[in-house]
T-cell receptor, first 114, second 116 residues
């Protein structure tokens, strides 16, 4: 079945540092890929997405590129802020063979210190 | 409503009691998911409804857990004879696409269950 593997956390960075959170996946067909974010005390929300190979999703300074050759969708940000402290989840949504079911990684907790 | 609505937002119960959690998806969303999130942990898939298809119950941890959905509307997750390890936040999400590759999940705020 489909699976998503995320870089283990927690990750602690200083403000303005460069962020990478690795995500690789296993899926049949051509899934869509997502990053969701859960800020402290808030619900999960979509951060960015990419629906086909080589697409780049971006939002709030975060970027991720759908790499089919390496089955990866790594999340990056050039300069993190304290307000980026949150839990980040990589996810995929399977195509027709998977009836559109979504699969999530285990989440990576990011703490940004001033 | 504008978003996914879950109730109750908080539930404290005694071990052995039954609980029902409710999810109101966004109108028109054909897909509905239940997840469990224990404190500091990731999302644990429980069950997935897609339109009129048979639900994917592969994530339900035991026969004490069940869920129903009427058509494309409200869903209820029932936990019978609750145990302390059932304590968690139960998240509901819905999605508008059916059988396609794209489909953002919209999450509710969750129902926090505490079993004493």
């Amino acid at each position: 079945g489909d699976s998503v593997t995320q870089m283990e956390g927690p990750v602690t960075l200083s403000e303005e540092a460069f962020l990478t959170i690795n995500c690789t996946y296993t899926a049949t067909g051509y899934p869509s890929l997502f990053w969701y974010v859960q800020y402290p005390g808030e619900g999960l929300q979509l951060l960015l997405k990419a629906t086909k190979a080589d697409d780049k999703g971006s939002n709030k300074g975060f970027e991720a590129t759908y790499r089919k050759e390496t089955t990866s969708f790594h999340l990056e940000k050039g300069s993190v802020q304290v307000s980026d402290s949150a839990v980040y989840f990589c996810a995929l949504r399977g195509g027709y063979a998977n009836a559109g079911k979504s699969t999530f990684g285990d989440g990576t907790t990011l703490t940004v210190k001033p | 409503g504008a978003g996914v609505s879950q109730s109750p937002s908080n539930k404290v119960t005694e071990k052995g009691k039954d609980v029902e959690l409710r999810c109101d998806p966004i109108s028109g969303h054909t897909a509905l998911y239940w997840y469990r999130q224990r404190l500091g942990q990731g999302l644990e898939f429980l069950i997935y409804f897609q339109g009129n298809s048979a639900p994917d119950k592969s994530g339900l941890p035991s026969d004490r857990f069940s869920a129903e959905r009427t058509g494309e509307s409200v869903s209820t997750l029932t936990i019978q004879r609750t145990q302390q390890e059932d304590s968690a936040v139960y998240l509901c999400a819905s999605s508008s696409t059916s059988g396609a590759n794209t489909g953002e999940l919209f999450f509710g705020e969750g129902s926090r269950l505490t079993v004493l």
